[in-house]
Every structure is written in structure tokens, then in C-alpha cells.
């Protein structure tokens, strides 16, 4: 046991090193997850191992005393140590540096059992586990599965030590109090994340906790005036939005379309302040941000668009397949909008990022799976909603996308990077050629059955993003299938009466206008005013003066520059003067979904039929 100890401490790094890596987890990197703050990471874990470790390099073959050596703040120290190396971007050799203190951290993580003497590091040093697997994603064929997993046990041992009750009753002093409440409140978040990232359940309920929300530091803006610190609003909107949509979507019935739409009045009546909701796209509007600070700018407003995501993921499916071909007049057309409004959002958001740290942003994971959910979100839209409804802005933002992933590709040794940029090429083909089908069909050359012709394609990458899974064959009639009570009912004489507006848009999206959380505006009487009115207050959750809506004009077919003879169930090839053949890579990598529900089938079928209905599979 000495001598194992004794090699585990000869592996710290030296006491520089240590403290730069430190200040590289804390001050340079978007640590948006922090189940440990620095102030009880220095005085708590690392100070004392390194005061004995300079000890006993004084006094030759000092004995470390048994109670001394504390397996899990050790371990705790070394995963500090891997994501810190991990998102060093002045080291070359990340993942050589990372790997080692990973590993050296489960071998201390393996010293002590979790099950008879867990403490409050062994909760530490799972978080820690599952953030570094999380970033091993950008890399490897990790997934948020396993991180899912250890957060769920760090949960249980949480419980176990009552930190889901608050410390207060207990007349703890107040440092203690903060740390037990910060601790609680990071793990319940990332929990929840991964939940959302996986569709599988929670280990608690809300009901069973009632931890009190830390104090978070304080800030203040040029006046003086205080501001709401980023952790602080991310705790509240998990505590009061987001436990509430995993309740939703994880239940085994599926919601009923109400349901959601008020979980999405909810999210959207949770306002994000403006310095923590915002796009910095150029250098001159924040040129000293540093990679944290430049983060929670826009990170809780990319949370909040995957969740918003999630939550119409499968009604916009069914928006998408509407017979009338129109999408707004849909019964689901609230779906269809806020669904392009927060995958733009994504897209742009990351995009400004990986512009400003393209190293950093290659070593991440998180991101990319993101855009690729916008991506798939968007090539949906642009494949199946005709031209006049949506323009050329889809297609743009499908290409800022793709921009995105050749720039990593380039600079990361990451194949899921190379991976995505052939994904989304084949992609915007598809979305190019049947945005092309939908104007010569309107235009009368072609039959409108053949707009995008059912043709599987198999286990693709897309089908796969999709959620589809290797499910056993099941008889079509157990298939679940929402009823018609989860249908919003809109009678002849319940529907809102607007002039000229009901050919063009459905009675459920007017009143989901009616409802919403905005600021007073007048009652719109005419299509444009309407259009205007849920861009702004609807679709945008979000206080982006310089996003610029689809235009969602009448429709009016129009003849390609240049037809060209389509055959049915050919998607052709673009442009090789736009897009380069893509890159071979050996070893293929499908990144892991962001919004994996495959144990949901009330969620994952409908999408799945989608996709290979439409020709997505």
C-alpha cells in the first residue's frame, strides 16, 4: 500500500505545473460544469497533497500516515488534472498528458470503495469522470451513455451523504453550507443533461430534495448595478424548467401536444439576462473575453435551444409531413417555427465560437454534436418545406455549418469532425436537389408525389443522428400512435378569426401567438403583421437584434435558372466547384447524438418513420 502511494504521489506533477493546470481548468476553459470551485480544490485537496509531497521529498522515506492519504481527492486531483491538459491549447500532445492522469485518477478512484466509504470526493471525482468522458467524444467513440451512468451513481452516493436535503437545518457553517449546495445543484445539472443526451431517467425526483441554491459570485455592470451570475440563472432554470421537461419527455406515455407547448412557454418565460444572452461575433465587440467569460455569453442560450429542440422534435416531424404540404398550417406549425428559431440559434452561436477559439473549440465535444442536431434539424426543413416558405436561409446556415466542421477537421486529429463534414455535405445535396423537385413540381413539370421519393438508404449516418436504433421487429399494430385526444382540437367555431390569415397558417398556431409570454404588442390583422409578431416574440426565445427570419412570403412557385431532367429516388451530387471530394478516413466515427431517445419508442418511432419515409434513411 506505501509503495503503491508512494508511486501515485511521484506521478503529480510538479507544484508549477499543477497550479497552471489548475488555473487553465478554472480562468481559461469554458467550465461551464464545475462540481468543485477552485477556492476548496486549492485549500481542501491540493495544498495538503503537496505540502506532504514536499515533505517527504525533505526527509528521505517519510511514512505517510493512513489517514492521510485520501484515494478520492487524489483522484479527484488527477481529473482535474486530465480535462485541464485536455483543453490546454499551448499543448500539442493533449491527449498524452490527459490520458496519463485519466488513468492515474481511476487507479486511485479504484483504492477506495464508493459503495462502503463513499465521501464527498468520491461524488467529486465521478463529475469529474463524466466530464472528461464527455470530452472524450471529440475524439474517440465515447458517448454520454457511460457518463450518464456515473453520473447516476455519483447521485446515489449524493443522496446517500443527504446532500439533496438542505445543510442549513443541520448548523453547518457557512463554507460548508455553499459547498454542499454548489455540489448538489452541478451534479443534479449535468445529470439532467445527460438525461436529455440519452432519454433515460433521473435517479431522484424533484420532490425528494429541497438543497437551497448556492450564493454565486457577484458581478455588476458598468454602473454598478448588480448582475445575475451564469451559474446562478443555470440553477434556477434547471430547478424551475428543465427537471420539469424530463419529467415530460422520459414519461412512458408520450405528452399530449398541450403539454408541450406550455413546457415551452415555460422555458421561453424564463428570461436569460442580456449579458448572458448574446452573439459576439466580431473581435472589436468583446476583445478581452477570455474562453469562459466568452461561453457564458451564449451557452445558456444554446441550452436552452436543445432543449427547445427536444421538445418538438417529434411534432415537427409531423408538421413536415402535413398532406397540405405547408407546414404553417399545421396544427403542429408552433413546432415547425420554434424548431428552425433555436436550431439557427446553435448554429450561430457556435459558430462565433469556434471563430474565436478554433483550437479549444476542436478539443470539445459538446458543440459539435449540437450543430450537427441543428444541422439535421435544418436539412429536415430545407428538404421538405418548399422554397417560398423558407428561401435561401436554411441553405446558408446549413453551409455555415459546414464551414464550421471543415475548419476543425483541418486543425484537430479528430475523426468525428471529418466525420460530420461529410454528413452535412450529403446533407445540403439533399436539400439543394429537393428544394429544386419542389419548384419544378409547383410549377406544373412534374407530379407532386415525387417531390422527395421514399427511398431507403439503409443504417445511414443520418438515420442514425436520427435516433434510429437496431430495434427487434415488432408487429406495425403495437407501433405506439398519439391519439386523437392529444390533438388540439380547434372547432369551426373556436378558430380565431384574422383576415386572409386562416388559408395560410392553422388556427393552433394563432392561439399559440395569443398565449405566449412577449412583451404587449397590438392584435396582428394581416399575414406580414402575423409573420412579424411570432418571429420576434414567438419563434425567438431569444433577444437577437441581428438574426434575420425565413421569409415566410406567399407561395409563389418559381423555375429554376437552369432545370435540369430529375429522376426518381436520384439526390445527385453538388457541385464539385463548391464542395471538394471529402476526406478518407479509416476507423469510422458516427458522433454520438445529442438527443438519443431510444428508449422513448412514443418519441423514436415517429421519427424514425419520418426519416425513412421521406428519405432521410
Partial sequence: MESFVSTILNDLPERTRAWSLCETFYKTTPTY?????????????????YKHLQDSRAIQDLPLPSTSFRPHRCATIFFVFAIAAWLDVTNQQYWVEAGRYYQIGLSCLSMQSIFYSPEVASVHAL????????????????TLSPGWTMLSLACKISQGLGLHRDPAVWNFDKATIHRRRWLYWELTSMEIFHCLGTGRPPSGRPSYADTGLPDDVAQTDAHGQPLQGFFRWKHEAFRDCYLDVVETLLAATPAKYEVILELDRKIRAKEIPAHLNRIIVNAEDGP???????????????????????????????????????????RYAPSFLASYRAATWII??????????????GRLWHPWTAVLTAVMVLGSIAIHAPPSLVGNSVLEELRTASSMFDDAAARTISNGTKNGSKLIRKIIARAEEAQSLHSVADAGLVHPGIFIPPVNYGDDELAIFGGKGRLLPMNPRSAPTQSQEDLPSHDSDSAVSFP?????????????????????????????EIQDTMLKHVVSPFRDPDFTPPQLGSWTATLPPSPKQYHHGNFGSPSPTRIQNPDTFENYLTPPPTIDLGSQPGIVLPWHDFMTQHSLT
Fill in 33 to 49: 460544469y464545475m462540481p468543485i470551485q477552485e477556492e476548496e480544490l486549492l485549500h481542501s485537496y491540493l495544498c495538503p497533497v
Fill in 127 to 142: 463529475c469529474l469522470l463524466a466530464y472528461y468522458n464527455e470530452l472524450q467524444g471529440a475524439v474517440s467513440t465515447s
Fill in 288 to 330: 478581452s473575453l477570455t474562453a469562459p467569460e466568452f461561453m457564458h455569453t451564449c451557452i445558456l442560450g444554446v441550452l436552452r435551444s436543445m432543449v427547445l429542440l427536444l421538445i418538438h422534435r417529434r411534432h415537427l416531424t409531423e408538421a413536415l409531413k402535413d398532406s397540405s404540404g405547408n407546414p404553417l398550417k399545421s
Fill in 348 to 361: 450561430r452561436s457556435y459558430g462565433a465560437g469556434q471563430k474565436r477559439f478554433p483550437v479549444l473549440y
Fill in 500 to 528: 386572409g390569415l386562416l388559408e395560410e397558417i392553422h388556427p393552433s398556431l394563432i392561439e399559440f401567438l395569443n398565449t405566449a409570454p412577449m412583451t404587449q404588442v397590438a392584435s396582428p390583422t394581416t399575414f406580414q
